[in-house]
């Protein structure tokens, strides 16, 4: 490829890189979409029985089966065991902090005297059921 700078011609021949397809990654609209890696260096292995403190699982297994009372999440660091009851108590903490700014967010719009808006809050107000 040809190419300039300041006056200054240069040829510049982009280096091809040989790749190989890996594992698939995901999808997109339906269609697979694999990792790709350079030929020279090598797939990185997956070790089949992996652990955490004291908990065994694999990526190739399915995973294990949860209680449905609790919901754990799994994060590269830590794993959090949270009881539904908490789950649930921190649901209605959310709701009512939502409806708390909704009616802050209402008592702006009727000091500013805008109609509009007050109707708009009124009817989000509904679907929250504040």
Known sequence: MKLSYRGANYEYDIPTVDMKEGEVAGKYRGQNWNYRYPRHIPVPQHPHDLQYPS????????????????????????????????????????????????????????????????????????????
């Open 55 to 130: 908990v065994h699982y694999s990526k190739d297994r399915q995973s294990p089966k949860i209680d449905r009372d609790v919901i754990g999440t799994v994060d590269s660091a830590r794993v959090t065991v949270i009881s539904s009851a908490k789950v649930q108590e921190v649901a209605t903490v959310h709701r009512l902090n939502i409806c708390n700014i909704l009616d802050r967010r209402k008592q702006v719009a009727r000091a500013k005297g805008d109609v509009k808006l007050m109707c708009l809050l009124e009817i989000e107000s509904k679907q929250m059921a504040c």
